[in-house]
Structure formats: C-alpha cells, structure tokens
Nanobody, 125 residues
C-alpha cells in the first residue's frame, strides 16, 4: 500500500497550492480519503475528507470555503486545492485512507488505515 502526497511548497499569503495524493496497493474506490496536517508539537488535525464515490465531503471549519478536495477514481488520486492560504495553514500535510469511517470519525487520525508521507506547505506573511 502506498500513498504519495506531493505539491507542497512555499507560497505567499493569499496564494494557492494544489496537493495530490497518488495511491496504489488497495482498492481505491472502497476507501474514503482524508487530508490531515500537523505542526511541530501538535496533534494531526483533520482538514478534509472525501467519500468513496465523491458524493460527500467534509472540511474543518478553519479551511471551509478556501480548500476543496476531489478525487479521480480512474487515476487512484485525490487532490486538495488550497486557495487564499494563510500563514496558519503552514504545516506538513498528509493524506490517509480509511474504509470504516463514520461521520464522527472523519477527522480522527486513528480511524484511518493507511498513511502517506507528508508534504510541507509553508505560507509566508
């Protein structure tokens, strides 16, 4: 099982980045895919989650209206479009896959089965 997050970088406040999570080794469309972020000394924070058939999405209040997640089941890839970035969005961003999620666990890191390595997002003020 592999999840490969990419697309991070350094951007000025107000700018945009698009993260990608390319996956392999499991039945992609049987899994919800979440994005989490983490800063040093802090727990991983659930940012977004997208359901198996792209019919439902979840966003943390801090990113709602600025971030959009989407998936391409033909490419086994999930995306996180991040607009109007703020310095407080600076973190390492991770993608994760889970197949037993319910509404209350979409933002709970322990509920996910597979994780990718992170990609650094740095937003300068």
């Amino acid at each position: 099982v592999q999840l490969q997050a990419s697309g991070g970088g350094l951007v000025q406040a107000g700018g945009s980045l698009r993260l990608s999570c390319a996956t392999s080794g499991f039945t992609f469309d049987d899994y919800e895919i979440g994005w989490f972020r983490q800063t040093p000394g802090q727990e991983r924070e659930g940012v977004s989650c997208i359901s198996r058939r792209d019919e439902n999405t979840y966003y943390a209040a801090s990113v709602k209206g600025r971030f959009t997640t989407s998936r391409d089941n033909a490419k086994n890839t999930v995306y996180l479009q991040m607009n109007n970035l703020k310095p407080e969005d600076t973190a390492v961003y991770y993608c994760a896959a889970g197949d037993r999620l319910i509404l209350s666990t979409l933002k709970v890191a322990d509920a996910y089965d597979y994780w990718g390595q992170g990609t650094q997002v740095t937003v300068s003020s």
